[in-house]
C-alpha cells in the first residue's frame, strides 16, 4: 500500500506544475508535513539526540536534492517517465555502497546496473534527429535517483540509532527549509487553487507522514531485502496512474526502456538480497 500511494505522488505532483513554480510547491508540501510531524512528535522534541539532529540534517540535505531534482524535472517530462528514473536509485546503492563503504555486491549487479542504463536510455534519449538528445527534465530526474539512492545510504547509517519518526521529522524539516530558501531565491510566490491545497494535503499527510509511518511499521515484519523487492513496485504504479489520471503513454522504445529498467531493478535487488542470506543464516 505504501508502494502504491508513493506511485500515486508523480501524478499529483505533475497535475499541479502547470500552474505553481515546482520549488514553492515543494516548500508547502514539506511545510505541511513538518507541521503534521511535529504534532506527533510533541513530547519528544525536547529529547532530541545528536545523531537525530545531525543525521537527519544529513539524510535531508540529500532528501531536498532529491525531491528538487525530482519535482523540477517532472516540468519537462512526464510523471510514468519519472517513476522509472527515480526507480534506478534501487540500483545505484550497491554501487555506491561499494564506492563509499567498500562494500563489494555481486558481479551480477554490475550487469543488471548496465540493463538498466540501457533502459534509461531507451525511455529517455531521443534517436528521432539523428543523435542522442537527453531531455533536460530526464536528467534532472537522474540527479534525483542518484540523491535518494545516497539518502538510502545515509539513512542505513543513522536510522539503527534513532527514532523512526523524529529522524524524519528532521528530515521533512530540513527539506522545506531548502526548499523556501531555493523558492525565494529563484522563484516568484504565486496564490494556490483550490485543486493545488488539495494535491498539497494529500501529499503531505498521506504521501508523506502516512507513507512513512507504513513504512516504519511494514518493516517490523518484512525483511530491508523484501521490502526493497517491494518498493520496486514503485514506477509500475506510477506509470498506471499516469496512464489513468493524466492520460500519459509511453512510446515504444519507452515501454521497452522501462521493461529494462525494471528488469535492472529487480534482479539487482534478487542478486543483493540472495548475497545476504549466508551473513543472515
Excluded at 523540477?72 to 555506491?96: C, D, E, N, R
Aim: charged share 10%; hydrophobic share 55%.
Amino acid at each position: 500500500m505504501v508502494t502504491l500511494i508513493w506511485g500515486t505522488t508523480f501524478s499529483v505532483t505533475k497535475s499541479s506544475l502547470d500552474s505553481v513554480p515546482p520549488l514553492y510547491f515543494l516548500a508547502w508540501r514539506f511545510s505541511l508535513a513538518a507541521l503534521g510531524l511535529v504534532f506527533l512528535n510533541l513530547r519528544h522534541i525536547p529529547s532530541i539526540t545528536r545523531d537525530e539532529l545531525i543525521g537527519g540534517i544529513i539524510s535531508g540535505a540529500s532528501m531536498a536534492i532529491g525531491y528538487i531534482a525530482q519535482t523540477v524535472g517532472m516540468v519537462y517530462s512526464t510523471a510514468a517517465k519519472a517513476g522509472f528514473i527515480t526507480g534506478l536509485a534501487v540500483v545505484l546503492v550497491p554501487l555506491f555502497g561499494a564506492v563509499f563503504f567498500r562494500r563489494r555486491p555481486h558481479f551480477a549487479v554490475y550487469i543488471f546496473a548496465a540493463v538498466a542504463a540501457v533502459g534509461l536510455a531507451l525511455l529517455s534519449l531521443d534517436f528521432s534527429a539523428g543523435f542522442f538528445v537527453f531531455n533536460q527534465g530526464d536528467l534532472s530526474l537522474f540527479i534525483c535517483a542518484v540523491a535518494f539512492a545516497v539518502n538510502i545510504l545515509n539513512l542505513g547509517k543513522y536510522a539503527p540509532r534513532c527514532r523512526v519518526l523524529m529522524l524524519t521529522l528532521v528530515q521533512v524539516a530540513f527539506t522545506g527549509i531548502a526548499c523556501w530558501a531555493a523558492s525565494l531565491l529563484l522563484e516568484e510566490p504565486v496564490s494556490l487553487a483550490g485543486p493545488v491545497w488539495a494535491g498539497l494535503l494529500y501529499l503531505a499527510i498521506v504521501g508523506t507522514i502516512l507513507t512513512t509511518a507504513g513504512q516504519t511499521w511494514g518493516q517490523r515484519l518484512v525483511s530491508p531485502e523484501r521490502a526493497a523487492l517491494v518498493f520496486t513496485l514503485e514506477p509500475v504504479f506510477a506509470a498506471v496512474f499516469a496512464f489513468i489520471l493524466l492520460g500519459e503513454k509511453l512510446p515504444p522504445l519507452g515501454f521497452v526502456g522501462s521493461g529494462l529498467i525494471m528488469a535492472g531493478i529487480i534482479g539487482a535487488e534478487l542478486v543483493t538480497r540472495r548475497g545476504k542470506q549466508p551473513e543472515i543464516e
